[in-house]
């Protein structure tokens, strides 16, 4: 693997580890809990577009690259609940 392909390796990995923290970071329980006060449900229905596109750009460096987060999602146990989950 030549230089630039391990940093471009290492970019989508970073991004990939990003994306995922901002996602679950901003799901309301935890967001309420690490600014220790209230934060409604609701909070971040304005940022559907801003979350979607997150979550997509996740997606595809998961699917893109062979790092750690893509590791950690292929494990067997991880598969069998989501087989589960999508299946009901």
């Known amino acids: 693997m030549g230089n ?3 940093i471009f ?3 989508r990995e970073g991004i990939e580890w990003v994306m995922l923290i901002i996602c679950v970071v901003h799901v309301p329980s935890i967001y309420s ?3 220790h006060q209230y934060v409604p449900y609701d909070h971040s229905h304005g940022y559907l577009i801003f979350f979607g596109l997150v979550w ?3 997606l595809v ?3 893109r690259g062979e790092g750690y987060a893509g590791k950690v999602l292929s494990i067997k146990l991880l ?3 989501s087989s589960i989950s ?3």
Request: aromatic share 20%; hydrophobic share 55%.
């Open 61 to 63: 460096s998961i699917l």
């Open 33 to 35: 809990r690490l600014l």
């Open 9 to 11: 390796s290492f970019l």
């Open 79 to 81: 598969l069998y609940l």
């Open 56 to 58: 997509s750009i996740f």
């Open 4 to 6: 630039r392909q391990r």
């Open 86 to 88: 999508f299946s009901v």
